[in-house]
């Protein structure tokens, strides 16, 4: 009887925090997506240029450039030349394309995927070629790359989000969700995986897939009293 009790109790607790946290049943199966480019990463295609999370330069902007994510850096950005074809992690539906409110000029692309997240597009080159409701499949071309200013000339980069679908109001670390060899990827790029750190806490939040997930326009999460590198303010 108490071994049955106990077999219960276990299964219930299971169920409840599969029901409370989705991400949790999707890892079963491993990551859900994949990389928004069809080929590997390398000086002729794109190169990792900041991660998601508490990197030492959204930590250094958290206040202006980073103040919307809780000071935090809150896509991965990938270098890749003006024009490059970028592709859907996954099958989705077309939710948004220009979106104001979303910024990543000069042009963005959000995509709704049926388990709870949406992937978002910012930096691209011209508006997608996408209606609102259209449905797309997981490597389909669905944009091209382009810069901040732009222009082509400067900054070339992918800034790849996901959220929640719908709200569209929290972020959360593309690492986990991602299908991709990560530590490889990350041994390449200008910038690196550098991550500011708290001297009170200095092992929180070092490491590519133990960043922070974010709820857009709350309060700082990264606000240090003795940070390193040493603060810009």
Known sequence: MRVRLLILSVLFILFFSLELNPALALQEDGPPFSLPFAEPPGPDTWLLVQPYGNT??????????????????????????????IVAIGDGVVAKVDALEHGAAPHNLMIDHANGYAS???HLLERPNLQVGQRVSRGEVVAKGGDPEETCTSRPHLHLEIRTAGQYNRAFNPIPLIDADWDTIALSGPSGPGFARDLQD?????????QPDIAFWGPLLNNYSSPWPPDWD
């Open 56 to 85: 030492i330069s959204a930590y250094n902007n958290r206040r202006s450039t980073y103040g919307a994510g809780q000071g935090i850096h809150f896509g991965v950005d990938r270098s890749a030349r003006c024009g490059y074809p």
């Open 202 to 210: 200095p092992r929180r939040w070092q490491h590519l897939g133990d």
């Open 120 to 122: 978002f597009y910012g």
